[in-house]
């Protein structure tokens, strides 16, 4: 069963879409100019990121991001393989904690394992695929959300525990707190089937540009 991805034309199709139910969204979307989310092929490496993002600002996770990849030859190549043998000390020494660097073998292991399998991940619904990926210790529903967004490219995913997604809503409806998750999750039921689209807005509104290198605002509720 093939899904369908966000690329230029849903992207446009969307933005259009979203548009036409309202004029103060219409004006919303058009303050910023959100690109294409680029192509991620690399599924292991993508969920393994996610994970140093989790609950760090995104300039930071970046720099440990770096580091992270010096500890292998092939870089973002590395192979689960690759993550099983490294001592978790060094993994640590990057700057990931002890919880994190323990989070990354286990996904190590459930890619070696086949318990997570690269050939078959985008040929699952995305409740699947949250399903799937939960079961591995560390990734919570906020990582597998991120991983729809930003390696599947799914179009429809509204991450509600996200920060960066709160407060674009804040700024949004120009409210005084952040919105609760019923009222977010009501408010984006309007949205479908384009609720990504708008978790890209939202996020750069509070973040501008920094946020499309893969996963934004680093709020991971596990």
Request: aromatic share 12%.
């Amino acid at each position: 069963m093939s899904f369908t991805v966000l690329e230029k034309q849903v992207m446009e199709d969307g933005i259009n879409y979203l548009s036409s139910l309202d004029k103060n969204l219409s004006k919303f979307l058009k303050q910023f100019d959100v690109p294409v989310l680029p192509i991620e092929e690399d599924y292991f490496w993508s969920l393994t990121r996610s994970v140093i993002y989790q609950q760090i600002s995104g300039k930071a996770a970046k720099k440990i991001s770096d580091r992270y990849l010096k500890l292998f030859n092939k870089g973002s190549k590395m192979s689960p393989i690759d993550v099983i043998k490294i001592d978790i000390e060094k993994i640590q020494n990057v700057g990931i904690s002890r919880q994190k660097s323990g989070y990354i073998k286990n996904i190590a292991n459930a890619f070696d394992e086949g318990l997570v399998s690269e050939t078959q991940l985008h040929k699952l619904s995305d409740k699947e695929i949250i399903d799937q990926l939960v079961k591995i210790k560390g990734v919570g529903r906020w990582t597998a959300e991120m991983f729809l967004i930003f390696t599947l490219r799914r179009p429809d995913v509204f991450p509600v525990t996200d920060l960066g997604v709160q407060k674009g809503f804040q700024i949004y409806y120009d409210l005084d707190e952040l919105p609760s998750i019923d009222m977010m999750n009501e408010k984006s039921e309007n949205w479908k089937p384009y609720r990504t689209i708008m978790s890209l807005y939202l996020w750069f509104a509070v973040e501008g540009p920094c946020l499309l290198y893969t996963s934004p605002s680093p709020r991971d509720r596990g």
